[in-house]
């Protein structure tokens, strides 16, 4: 089994069990593909929309691709949630469940709208975990991190894993953080610095600009991983797009992460986007 099948299988597990997709049937579970058939795949499929929205210039290939992935899982998990009624008997998980108690009434805004919180979080703690693990095996710093995951013996897994692996997770986010950029359109005359900005300019931000710079000044804590999230959602006068996942997403890599060196055997491939993975016995 290669890395990246483990990590296409936990999001698509983790995704069924919080929001009911994928189904199985309307949506299956699988990685990113170009080719077009019936079964939008989870979590490829939301990897194309994403690309497309987030990129300032996606170019004509990624938005045919992404408007057609996005048009094609959009139809899938309506039909599903049609499918769902409103009883107590429907498969949506914790959050499709408040969901759908929320927007129940309107199915095509419960459709975007869980289409959209699964967007937030697939593509990105997606690419973050295999640009993480890039670079672990690039360094390569990978095995020297899991000897010593595996040799200590503490039995509180989340302090291990916060202990041995978050100071390096988000040394590596810094330094490949995910998104890279951020775009908006301007709707009024102002000012950046001495730029003059006009209705309908886009501006793009280099997120992973300022991630390095806090790298570099040795600001490796929580504040500069913010900035990948687009601000701390927890501070009363947060940023409009501060996202509300940030422990979400944390707890997902760091798990992720710690489920990897702790009970997998990593072998080096011919490519270095990918490992080769088996069980280790007795763990």
């Known amino acids: 089994m290669e890395a990246r099948d ?21 949506v299956v579970g699988g990685g990113w593909h170009w080719r077009a058939d019936d079964h939008p795949t989870c979590p490829g499929h939301f990897h194309s929309p994403s690309r497309y929205m987030f990129q300032p210039n996606p170019g004509p ?12 899982t959009n139809a899938a998990v309506c039909r599903f949630l049609h499918t769902q009624g ?29 289409i959209g919180v699964m967007m937030g979080f697939l593509p990105t703690v997606d690419g973050n975990i295999r640009g993480a693990l890039y670079e672990w095996v690039s360094n390569p710093s990978l095995w020297d991190y899991q ?21 390096r997770l988000t040394k590596t986010l810094l330094l490949r953080s995910v998104p890279e950029l951020a775009w908006r359109t301007a709707l009024v005359r102002h000012s950046l610095g001495v730029v003059e900005v006009n209705p309908g ?15 570099m000044k040795d600001e490796v804590d ?7 999230f687009g601000g701390n959602r927890s501070e009363k006068d947060h940023p409009t797009h501060a996202c509300p996942g940030y ?3 944390i707890g997902v890599m760091l798990g992720m992460l710690a489920g990897l060196l702790g009970s997998t055997r990593l072998r080096p491939t011919m490519s270095p986007l990918q490992l080769a993975v088996s069980t280790l016995l007795g763990r």
């Open 201 to 215: 300019d886009r501006i793009v931000v280099s997120i992973v600009s300022a991630t390095q710079e806090c790298l």
């Open 222 to 228: 929580a504040d500069g991983l913010y900035f990948i």
């Open 247 to 249: 422990e979400m997403a």
């Open 147 to 167: 000897l010593e995951y595996l040799a200590d013996d503490a039995k509180d897994s989340l302090e291990k894993a916060s202990r041995i692996l978050m100071r």
């Open 86 to 114: 409103n009883n107590s008997a429907r498969r949506l998980g914790k959050i499709g469940n408040a969901l759908f108690e929320a927007f129940s009434k309107d199915i095509d805004l419960l459709t975007s709208t869980l």
């Open 6 to 26: 483990i990590v296409d299988g936990v999001l698509a597990g983790l995704s069924a069990e919080w929001f009911g997709v994928p189904d199985g049937e309307y």
């Open 61 to 72: 290939e990624a938005a045919r691709i992404g408007e057609q992935h996005g048009q094609a």
